[in-house]
């Protein structure tokens, strides 16, 4: 005996698979989502407020009190950090594929193409 979880899941795609037939798939989609989001609305509105919760805690790297760009100094110098890092990084990783490919190339004697 099916449940009814599966019955109405069961419905959704058809009504999706009936909407694609008559209107679209854009159509379809959205009555999927339709049916799936009135199906799941508890559990979704629980993870949303469990988040909400959780985000509250969090220490955000901006100072509230300011305004403008100095709001923002300590995200701004972090992204910058960042972005030099993956820089430096990926030179490194390039230079020294660089250097040992041609060392093997010329330990085996196969020519790199140019």
């Not at 799936?36 to 629980?46: C, Q, V």
């Not at 020294?96 to 010329?106: E, I, N, R, T």
Request: aromatic share 14%; glycine share 8%; charged share 20%.
């Amino acid at each position: 005996m099916k449940t009814r979880k599966e019955i109405i899941i069961a419905l959704a795609v058809g009504a999706s698979v009936a909407a694609w037939f008559l209107a679209g798939a854009w159509t379809a989609l959205g009555v999927l989502l339709v049916f799936l989001l009135l199906f799941f609305r508890e559990p979704i509105f629980k993870f949303v407020g469990e988040v909400k919760v959780e985000l509250d805690k969090c220490s955000w790297p901006w100072d509230p009190n300011q305004t403008g760009f100095k709001r923002y100094k300590e995200l701004i110098e972090s992204t910058v950090v960042v972005i030099i890092s993956v820089v430096l990084l990926a030179g490194y990783v390039t230079a020294w594929d660089f250097l040992l490919s041609h060392v093997v190339g010329a330990l085996t004697g196969t020519a790199l193409m140019k």
